[in-house]
């Protein structure tokens, strides 16, 4: 099965930072990464689908890079919205798996 | 819109059906998951299933208890769990794939979830 370890699992930051998490996958995945953020109490949200591509309507301070093993989620110009969880996910194979999450906190 | 609903107290080694309802898009094209999330833990994908229902696999901690399945004609989605642990507790997401089969998609959007508490 793959391993997906996400780093940090808790960041602390301002509005108008740029934060990156860290996504590191036990085996190659190809481009098969993506992420999401979660707000307390409601369920996730898709942010990048295959490393790279950002989800029409999400906003254009969120990208993503990465190929192979090693991915990232960048957020430029934090807003106060943006103080969430984040979560990676890959679907190269069954069993699906996620990371363990960043909570971003301000 | 994907509205799940079903989730409430069961005891241990009980069980619980729950469904999914699917409106916006044509259900049978699409695969479908569930995903689960444990108080105050992360994300676990639980099981998927191919849009006509003839593919589907699942996570080894609820292989051989849950079953998933699907009737198009209503468009909705199902989980059948059965030999209930305190593990098990959970709220329960239904999310749509992007494609037919569930190979190299993405979970989008989610549904609201619902929760399932296994206790005594």
């Known amino acids: 099965d793959i391993q997906l370890t996400q780093s940090p699992s808790s960041l602390s930051a301002s509005v108008g930072d740029r934060v990156t998490i860290t996504c590191r996958a036990s085996q190659s995945i190809s481009s098969y990464l993506n992420w999401y953020q979660q707000k307390p109490g409601k369920a996730p949200n898709l942010l990048i689908y295959?490393?790279?591509n950002l989800k029409s309507g999400a906003p254009s301070r969120f990208s993503g890079s990465g190929y192979g093993t090693d991915f990232t989620l960048t957020i430029t110009n934090l807003q106060p919205e943006d103080f969430a969880a984040y979560y990676c996910?890959?679907?190269?194979?069954?069993?699906?798996?996620f990371g363990q999450g960043t909570k971003l906190e301000i | 819109q994907l509205l799940a609903s079903g989730g409430s107290l069961v005891q241990p080694g009980g069980s619980l059906r729950l469904s999914c309802t699917a409106s916006g898009f044509t259900f049978s094209s699409y695969a479908m998951s569930w995903v689960r999330q444990a108080p105050g833990k992360g994300l676990e994908w639980v099981s998927s299933?191919?849009?006509?229902?003839?593919?589907?696999d699942y996570a080894d901690s609820v292989r051989g208890r849950f079953a998933i399945s699907r009737d198009n004609s209503k468009s909705t989605l199902y989980l059948q769990m059965n030999s209930l642990r305190a593990e098990d507790t959970a709220t329960y997401y239904c999310?749509?794939?992007?494609?037919?089969?569930?190979?190299?998609?993405?979970?989008?959007?989610w549904g609201q979830g619902t929760l399932v508490t296994v206790s005594s």
């Open positions: 999310a749509k794939d992007p494609n037919k089969y569930p190979n190299y998609g993405w979970f989008d959007p």
């Open positions: 996910q890959h679907s190269f194979s069954f069993p699906y798996s």
């Open positions: 299933m191919s849009g006509g229902g003839g593919s589907e």
């Open positions: 295959g490393a790279s």
